[in-house]
């Protein structure tokens, strides 16, 4: 047990040294972590694609400063309802002159949903791409 009494006025002010100097270095910690990655990022990605076909995700990512960010990690993960009906390639890249890109293709109708990790998970986005039928007509059907 800590016995800090007015009798001991220099164990007391360690104790608040201590404390503070703690404080301070893990703040300190803790804003370094959250400012190393930060990126503006962009999703590029159509509203819909037809069933069958696979469709591009283009994923921009810059710097603070606005520069093109390179070698960054970008991970995507589809929704869970889709794992076996749906498949992003790759799962994972880096970044190359500020862009990243995964094709999706799925084999049942419907809105697949798309998680984009940027950096080491600090920066998260949420998109989409809806799977429509072919709408080209019945085969020998009249115009």
């Known amino acids: 047990m800590l016995n800090v009494t007015l009798r001991n006025p220099l164990r007391l002010c360690a104790l608040i040294l201590s404390l503070v100097l703690g404080v301070f270095v893990a703040t300190q910690t803790s804003l370094a972590q959250s400012t190393d990655e930060d990126y503006n990022v962009t999703i590029l990605v159509p509203h819909s694609t037809v069933l069958g076909q696979s469709q591009e995700i283009v994923v921009r990512v810059r710097t603070l400063q606005g520069e093109p960010a390179q070698g960054i990690p970008v991970r995507f993960q589809?929704?869970?309802?889709?794992?076996?009906?749906?498949?992003?390639?790759?799962?994972?890249?880096?970044?190359?002159?500020?862009?990243?890109?995964?094709?999706?293709?799925?084999?049942?109708?419907?809105?697949?949903?798309?998680?984009?990790?940027?950096?080491?998970?600090?920066?998260?986005?949420?998109?989409?791409?809806l799977f429509v039928p072919f709408s080209g007509g019945e085969p020998g059907g009249g115009a």
């Open 78 to 129: 589809l929704d869970p309802q889709w794992h076996g009906d749906a498949k992003i390639v790759p799962e994972e890249t880096t970044t190359q002159d500020g862009i990243a890109r995964a094709r999706v293709r799925a084999d049942l109708i419907g809105h697949v949903g798309v998680t984009v990790r940027v950096g080491f998970g600090t920066v998260l986005k949420r998109t989409g791409l």
